[in-house]
């Protein structure tokens, strides 16, 4: 029904092979490839389908000694769950390591008089022009290899408890790349996973990463904590693959390729309650005048036209809840949040209409 390849303006987009009524379904993205909700609402969105009841919090929690900080609407997503995210076994007790040691750390550093993590990498005078971002990364690795005790956050205990009592979007981020990391583990199993749905196919998207940091530079240091904290904590057998690069792939991917986890029905007053990442729905560019309406049922999101679409045009979305603003305000809104300014042909005739 589609294909996706290079567009005109840059990057690749979906382009109807043939003629698509309106109001057919062209692409359902099944599961996430990974996803965190929100440690603010981890209690009241269900860890499966993404309900969420006004704040009130589920009762149903993984069976056994480890919760992994999940909650579920019933014993039957609870049990979907476990069958289709984490059949292996694999999945669980890392969430659950990060569970219990960032709230450990947070217990440690409240009975100490050691004082919050202060930043030590990202200093005052850093230039973040350039490569400045590798090189700083390409330090931290030093670091973790060193034998020093006070230049090593994994070896200086202090240092290291500092990190691992993360704060909360820090906490959010863990979950996020743990997720990914376990699927790329994974990979070394299997040989019928889909493309979309493995790491290459995850790390087709595009990297915002410097885009991100250079709109908000303290992530940067935020970041860094959250590599180092799964340098310590995950298991040996998934250390190989935490690394740098793979860390600043998932969250440079995460920035402007994921679909938020938004409350139900959705109205400018929804909640975003998580992040989701969907490779195989990424390639749908934002227009703002979409052929094309995004909508999540449970924790799958579907793709549908909204009008006739014709062979070999792009089938857009809209990236938000814009498209009743003006067009000078969507050219800023998206520009700060998906680091583009959108030539689609609305904007084109209402910007010269303006002008």
Not at 107 to 115: E, I, T, W
Not at 234 to 243: G, L, N, S, W
Not at 247 to 268: C, D, H, Y
Request: aromatic share 12%.
């Amino acid at each position: 029904m589609f294909e996706i390849r290079p567009t005109a303006y840059g990057g690749r987009g979906c382009f109807a092979t043939c003629e698509i009524a309106r109001g057919t379904r062209v692409h359902c993205a099944t599961t996430p490839f990974t996803a965190v909700i929100f440690r603010d609402f981890r209690k009241e969105v269900c860890g499966y389908c993404f309900a969420y009841d006004l704040g009130r919090a589920w009762k149903v929690r993984l069976g056994g000694t480890e919760t992994a900080g999940l909650w579920f609407c019933s014993e039957g997503c609870r049990e979907r769950w476990v069958n289709e995210e984490d059949h292996t076994g694999e999945l669980v007790p890392v969430l659950e390591l990060i569970e219990q040691t960032v709230a450990l750390a947070r217990r440690k550093l409240q009975s100490s008089k050691a004082g919050e993590y202060d930043e030590d990498f990202v200093t005052e005078d850093f230039s973040f022009e350039d490569d400045a971002i590798d090189k700083l990364w390409e330090q931290v690795d030093g670091l973790l290899t060193s034998n020093s005790v006070t230049a090593n956050p994994l070896r200086n205990p202090i240092l290291k408890n500092r990190i691992l009592a993360l704060e909360d979007i820090e906490y959010d981020s863990a979950r996020l790349i743990a997720v990914a990391i376990v699927r790329l583990f994974l990979e070394t199993y299997t040989s019928s996973t889909p493309p979309w749905f493995t790491w290459s196919g995850f790390a087709g998207l595009e990297s915002h990463e410097k885009d991100l940091i250079n709109r908000l530079p303290a992530l940067l240091e935020s970041h860094i904590r959250v590599y180092i904290f799964l340098k310590a904590v995950m298991p040996k057998k998934f250390q190989a693959f935490v690394t740098s690069a793979n860390v600043r792939a998932v969250l440079g991917r995460e920035s402007a390729n994921a679909f938020g986890i938004w409350q139900l029905p959705l109205t400018t007053e929804s909640e975003c309650l998580g992040s989701s990442i969907f490779p195989s729905a990424s390639y749908f560019n934002h227009s703002c005048d979409p052929n094309v309406i995004k909508t999540r049922t449970g924790r799958q999101m579907h793709f549908t036209t909204s009008r006739f679409v014709k062979k070999g045009e792009e089938l857009c979305i809209s990236y938000g809840m814009m498209l009743t603003m003006a067009a000078k305000a969507r050219q800023d809104l998206l520009q700060e949040q998906w680091y583009f300014k959108c030539g689609c042909g609305r904007c084109t005739i209402e910007l010269a209409t303006a002008a």
